[in-house]
């Protein structure tokens, strides 16, 4: 026990110190939810390295609880800094301890990776991309951050998506990102043909457009090019998530009916009539009037929704 609490003193000394300077050189952290832990000034909490023996949930918890508090709640991880060989493990580890302290009193926040990254090595960008899409995972640039290069990779493969106050960017894939080694000018073509149809794949899977790739391939890796709003859901790279939402259309019409899915759609429907009506949107103070008169309209939707959540959480 003496062993572990003054692990967990070293521990706690050097992620202060980490704090000080940002999120130092790893590339996974904690977003902590400044309401409910005891020190507000203090945003993430960069996890130790995977392979030292501070690297566990429980010695991860200790720590938090006994520096800010038994109650603090996460908000969700960031990624920040480059994608490399060692982010994906420390992802892992990151969602081992979110699942443990989420913040159930932020559905936006408690299953989102915020991101703020260059880029890195493609392979393990698509290995990231993965590995969020099947823990249903929420991407959102962080304010004035940026998702370039292998960090799309990512950004496509979230639940939904929001570049937020921050920008998504696209270059040419570098020889570096796709772990090449000294090439000779044919031998370097030939990797890029081999790439390419793999990476269209990816996208597609994820519902972005495979004419992405080509655009990428334009731009010099040495430069950036910054998608717009327009050109982000020209490629599929907008909030929806076109085939995370089709499969959870899939699941609620074969666990909940037909029926409820209809009713579901006509309740959305009528919420998304009254806001172009009076010229609101979802952030909106007026919103609720909006939903509101949905409820009224169909007064059993609430119960059916909850039914069908807890119906689908069951069979998992």
């Known amino acids: 026990m003496m062993k572990i609490v003054l692990l967990a003193f070293v521990i706690f000394s050097f992620t202060s110190e980490a704090y000080a300077e940002g999120l130092d050189t790893r590339p996974i952290g904690l977003v902590l939810d400044k309401k409910s832990c005891l020190d507000g ?21 200790s720590v938090i609880d006994k520096n800010l508090g038994k109650k603090c709640k996460l908000n969700g991880l960031l990624l920040g800094g480059s994608i490399t060989e060692e982010t994906l493990p420390q992802l892992k580890l990151g969602l081992k301890v979110l699942k443990s302290r989420r913040n159930s009193g932020d559905p936006l926040g408690a299953n989102t990776l915020w991101l703020d990254s260059p880029g890195g090595l493609i392979v393990e960008a698509m290995k990231i991309g993965d590995v969020i899409a099947e823990n249903g995972i929420n991407a959102i640039v962080t304010f004035r951050g940026h998702c370039y290069s292998a960090c799309v990779f990512i950004y496509a493969a979230a639940k939904t998506r929001s570049t937020g106050m921050g920008d998504v960017g696209i270059h040419r894939p570098f020889a570096s990102e796709i772990s090449a080694t000294s090439l000779s000018y044919s031998e370097y073509l030939k990797k890029y043909d081999a790439l390419t ?20 391939n334009i731009v010099p890796s040495d430069e950036i090019k910054i998608l717009t709003s327009g050109e982000l859901n020209s490629y599929g790279l907008g909030f929806e998530n076109v085939a995370a939402k089709e499969y959870d259309k899939a699941r609620t019409i074969q666990i909940c009916g037909q029926a409820y899915y209809d009713t579901h759609l006509a309740f959305h429907a009528l919420i998304e009539s009254c806001r172009k009506r009076f010229g609101i949107s979802a952030l909106d103070s007026k919103d609720e009037e909006c939903w509101a008169l949905a409820r009224q309209a169909y007064p059993k939707y609430s119960d059916q929704f909850d039914a069908c959540k807890a119906k689908k959480a069951s069979q998992f």
């Open 41 to 61: 000034k203090w945003s993430f909490f960069p996890l130790p390295d995977v392979d030292s023996v501070a690297a566990s949930i429980e010695i991860i918890n």
């Open 197 to 216: 149809p793999i990476l269209k794949q990816y996208f597609s899977k994820y519902g972005v457009s495979p004419a992405l790739v080509d655009s990428m």
